[in-house]
């Protein structure tokens, strides 16, 4: 056990502060570190000491890895908390702040490795019983042995990369006419983007939904699941919308999946938070796809309808605490629903849309969390990630969280840049989300830029805005029957007013 008295926070944005507040709770002293463009970022204002790693690239500042662990040891820090994306899953880079001495506030190399590879993953969870996809537990290396297996799964059937994730290097095969020619490209594919050319080959499952479970373990061998959540809503492997729990997890089916994710955990020595994905077919079946062995940017779900702190876990953990708290001990309190507000433009194609946040006021009020780390007046950098915030709601059911979550849209004010809050609204409101039965599809099943409510173009904003100042200079139009205050209240208190 060594407590963690200085933590640095390899990250920038939302995840860097939501972790340093975390860390202050805890009594723990925080170093941001951050790149050029980050220079006036609240995580660097927030943290009690800052350092700047260089210039705006990622490869230049937040994945100088070895840079990190010097500026940890030259400030005194103890360990290194790296959230998610850019170091979070480099087995290198953890394995390099243990050789200097430091915590890495995650789990073992050796976790990292063995799950960054699919194929290694579904070898080490073999012995355990958890429901994989029918395929090969082995790298294609015989093509004509590949296409009688293909054939007794039967087609279509998917191609992946073992050193893929989150989508990349995927092939859909419908026939055999097809085979060698798709797995000679996702080979060359492989090697080219990950230097491994070793690809599998799974059924493929149509139209599955995207669950994933939420797990922790400590280093004594104590592991818990903090349920599911369903994140079937997304944008190509862009997640969009995420709740927890899931509108179609019964308490049956949560018990099976909870327990076959620790199953997971166990097969390779998981300690530290991870997420266990799993695809879920029309039929409810559930299959183990992977596993991420960061703290996910949808964890606030999860936290909400836990009550648990995920953060303060994982330091406590990295400490070599024991968990404070057994399975029979977690709850699922209320339903939680999350929007990732993305700048991108929904009506061009999601194109990214960066520059300044000339407005930006979050939502309030109960049951609503705001994860964001840029202010008013703030520039969006163009070498990152163009999520700005995340929007989370918590509620007693599924309907009064969906309620909290449009009212909070519709009370978020973003002006100067082009958002996926209306999108997100969208969505929320759509029938195949507010009945439960939605799977990844979703998006490209009903979603088209023309069903959002038409805006004005900046010359028409420009011209009504002139009009607008015209008509009310008259003094005769405050009486008009015209007039905002005489129009379709959605209080009553205004009525008093005159
Ligand atoms: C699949 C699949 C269908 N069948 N595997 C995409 C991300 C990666 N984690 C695994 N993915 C998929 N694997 C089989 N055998 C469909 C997907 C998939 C998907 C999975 C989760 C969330 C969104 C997705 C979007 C498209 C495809």
């Not at 390099?96 to 070898?123: C, D, R």
């Not at 419908?174 to 090697?191: G, I, K, L, P």
């Not at 999601?350 to 964001?372: A, E, M, S």
Request: hydrophobic share 40%; charged share 25%; aromatic share 8%.
């Amino acid at each position: 056990m060594s407590k963690i008295k200085k933590l640095l926070v390899a990250n920038r944005g939302e995840i860097a502060l939501r972790i340093m507040r975390t860390a202050r709770e805890m009594g723990i002293a925080t170093v941001a570190v951050y790149s050029e463009a980050d220079r006036l970022s609240p995580h660097v204002k927030f943290a009690d000491e800052a350092v700047c790693l260089g210039p705006p690239p990622s490869k230049e500042s937040y994945l100088l890895g070895e840079k990190i662990v010097n500026v940890c040891k030259e400030l005194g820090a103890d360990a290194i908390h790296p959230g998610y994306g850019f170091l979070s899953e480099n087995a290198d880079f953890a394995r390099k702040v243990g050789e200097a001495g430091l915590i890495f506030v995650g789990p073992s190399p050796q976790s990292i490795e063995v799950m960054g590879s699919k194929l290694a993953a579904k070898q080490a969870v073999a012995a355990y019983d958890i429901p994989l996809v029918p395929g090969t537990e082995e790298a294609i290396s015989d093509i004509t042995v590949a296409k009688a297996r293909a054939e007794e799964i039967g087609y279509p059937i998917l191609i992946k990369a073992s050193a893929g994730g989150g989508g990349k290097g995927m092939r859909i095969v419908d026939s055999e006419a097809d085979f060698e020619e798709q797995m000679n490209r996702a080979v060359s594919e492989a090697q080219s983007a990950f230097g491994d050319g070793a690809v599998f080959i799974e059924k493929y499952i149509g139209s599955p939904r995207h669950i994933e479970i939420q797990v922790l373990g400590d280093q004594h061998g104590n592991t818990v699941y903090l349920f599911e959540r369903e994140c079937s809503i997304q944008r190509r492997h862009q997640k969009v919308i995420e709740e927890a729990p899931s509108a179609v997890v019964s308490p049956e089916m949560r018990k099976a999946m909870g327990e076959a994710a620790v199953g997971v955990a166990k097969a390779c020595n998981y300690y530290g938070a991870g997420t266990v994905e799993f695809i879920v077919d029309e039929q409810l079946n559930f299959y183990f796809l992977e596993m991420n062995t960061r703290l996910q940017v949808e964890h606030p779900v999860t936290e909400m309808i836990t009550g648990k702190d995920l953060v303060r876990e994982q330091i406590l953990v990295a400490e070599g605490n024991r968990l404070s708290f057994a399975q029979e001990d977690l709850k699922i309190n209320g339903h939680s629903v999350e929007i990732r507000v993305y700048a991108e433009d929904p009506k061009n194609g999601f194109l990214p849309d960066i520059g300044k946040l000339v407005t930006y006021r979050r939502p309030q009020g109960p049951g609503v969390r705001v994860d964001d780390g840029f202010e008013e007046g703030m520039d969006i950098p163009i070498y990152y990630d163009p999520m700005i915030a995340k929007l989370i709601t918590h509620g007693e059911n599924r309907q009064d969280a969906i309620d909290r979550m449009i009212r909070a849209i519709n009370d978020y004010r973003i002006t100067g840049i082009q958002t996926t809050l209306d999108f997100c609204r969208f969505a929320l409101q759509h029938p195949a989300f507010v009945s439960g039965d939605f799977n990844t599809k979703f998006v490209e099943l009903h979603f088209s830029p023309e069903k959002l409510e038409p805006v004005f173009t900046q010359e028409e904003q420009e011209l009504l805005a002139a009009l607008a100042v015209e008509f009310f200079q008259k003094e005769e139009n405050l009486l008009s029957p015209t007039h905002p205050l005489h129009a379709k209240p959605s209080t009553n208190w205004k009525n008093r007013l005159i």
